[in-house]
């Protein structure tokens, strides 16, 4: 499976941004979908994951109420609309596929695949 993720860029806070990753290969494997971010000199840390059939997400404490992730099967893609975003969310965002079980998301625990990131800076 290869991820492709897009959608990044310079955005003042406050403002939105749309990231977009769409998947190749073998993409019948793919259950859990969702992103993980990392910022300079820091570690990569979890920000959302959606099961295979979209019907369950988790987003991390930082983001909950600012982020959502969706995804589309018929695409094989998977979104993260940012909102009201903060210079703290300047990042690198990567798109990983996984496991259904969100819950191991957080910990970075049960990842397949990862995509090569898109740069999101916000700037205050």
């Known amino acids: 499976v290869q991820l492709q993720a897009s959608g990044g860029g310079l955005v003042q806070a406050g403002g939105s941004l749309r990231l977009s990753c769409a998947a190749s290969?073998?993409?019948?494997?793919?259950?859990?979908m969702g992103w993980f971010r990392q910022a300079p000199g820091k570690e990569r840390e979890f920000v959302a994951a959606?099961?295979?059939?979209?019907?369950?997400?988790l987003h991390a404490d930082s983001v909950k109420g600012r982020f959502t992730i969706s995804r589309d099967n018929a695409r094989n893609s998977v979104y993260l609309q940012m909102n009201t975003l903060k210079p703290e969310d300047t990042a690198v965002y990567y798109c990983a596929t996984g496991t259904n079980k969100l819950a191991l998301w957080a910990r970075r625990d049960g990842m397949d695949y990862w995509g090569k990131g898109t740069l999101v800076t916000v700037s205050s």
């Open positions: 959606i099961t295979r059939g979209g019907g369950t997400t």
């Open positions: 290969g073998s993409t019948f494997s793919i259950n859990g």
